[in-house]
């Protein structure tokens, strides 16, 4: 628990610094990392990132957050990976929600896409106000991270773990049938 509270607590003091920026609508920062690679990054604070955590269009919605500096997080992205080519076509949405540190996202989190090749929607969330978000995506999240949530209209699923491929297909698979 010591371990989780103190990841909140770098995230805050991190994330504080970068308040200053009041612009509450999502944004999109583009940046070229090489000369064939340009990264469109969506930025969110919670407010805009709540709509993706609630769509009821009868697609299966696969949520995972996840940071850069996460050791379980860049384990389990590949399996992510994975299930989002090999389940397009059943009508499943991978979306890694990245909550790296804004001041990172230029030099760390945009070079960490291109390199691991990340091809599902991967967007950001600066929104510093972790006490109130947190309990809103779920009301038993400690905040430690990686956390998936995979949903289907009104029907959710909540994992503050690591996953496995064939877990994640399990779990997937039960928003299928």
Request: charged residues 30%; contains cysteine.
């Amino acid at each position: 628990m010591k371990k989780y509270c103190l990841i909140i607590v770098v995230l805050l003091l991190d994330c504080n610094q970068e308040k200053n920026n009041n612009n509450k609508s999502a944004t999109v920062v583009k940046t070229e990392e090489s000369k064939a690679e340009t990264v469109d990054l969506i930025v969110y604070d919670y407010n805009t990132l709540e709509p993706l955590l609630n769509k009821k269009d009868g697609k299966v919605y696969v949520i995972n957050f996840w940071a850069t500096w996460c050791a379980p997080c860049v384990k389990e992205l590949p399996y992510f990976e994975t299930l989002n080519k090999e389940y397009q076509s059943k009508n499943v949405e991978v979306i890694l929600v990245s909550l790296d540190f804004p001041k990172q996202y230029e030099k760390k989190l945009k070079p960490f896409i291109v390199n691991k090749n990340l091809k599902s929607r991967v967007v950001a969330l600066n929104d510093v106000d972790s006490n109130t978000w947190i309990p809103k995506v779920n009301k038993d999240w400690s905040g430690a991270i990686p956390v998936t949530l995979i949903y289907k209209n009104d029907k959710r699923a909540f994992y503050e773990k690591s996953f496995n491929l064939e877990e994640l297909k399990k779990e997937v698979n039960k928003f299928l049938n």
